[in-house]
């Protein structure tokens, strides 16, 4: 007659409840403006540059990409963030009002009226420094610097997994 008491599962949803209740915070900071937006944090390892994207629609969070740009060795970020605005939106289906910028591309005004070119209105770049606006961008270099990392370290394991397997070939 006794029922089991489910203190595990009672902690498992009391935790997803409150890992929802964040994300909808989250999503409401975003929520406060309507405005459509990309976000693009550039970042970079030993050898390469890497953007990470926010696509804000309607004021909310509906995607995220992350990029990895080969051959940066020889090129600093304001070049770099130009090269990735240019091969992006060329194939982009959607150029927002707005792009949020961690680093300030060469030929800005130039980027500015080809991209207005190609999304019939016009487009501000802008590089942020303080509001929400910053925040959401420091959000997006928060996410990149830890997509760095983790690639960094599924590196290692796969070079530390490779030397597991050739000391198990060489041992028999």
Request: with cysteine; net charge positive.
């Amino acid at each position: 007659l006794f029922r089991s008491l489910e203190f595990e599962r009672a902690a498992r949803l009391r935790d997803q409840l409150h890992s929802l209740q964040q994300l909808s915070a989250r999503q409401k900071m975003i929520a406060d403006d309507e405005g459509d937006r990309d976000i693009l944090a550039l970042v970079r390892d030993e050898k390469t540059a890497n953007v990470q994207l926010f696509q804000v629609r309607g004021g909310k969070l509906t995607g995220q990409d992350f990029f990895l740009l080969s051959n940066t060795e020889d090129v600093d970020d304001a070049e770099a963030m130009s090269a990735f605005l240019k091969s992006y939106y060329h194939q982009a289906a959607i150029v927002p009002r707005e792009i949020l910028l961690s680093v300030e591309p060469q030929e800005k005004k130039l980027l500015q009226s080809w991209l207005r070119k190609r999304r019939g209105g016009s487009v501000t770049l802008k590089q942020p420094q303080r509001g929400s606006k910053r925040e959401l961008l420091e959000l997006a270099l928060r996410n990149a610097r830890l997509q760095v990392e983790e690639r960094r370290c599924r590196q290692e394991n796969s070079s530390s997994d490779a030397a597991l397997v050739e000391l198990a070939r060489l041992l028999g």
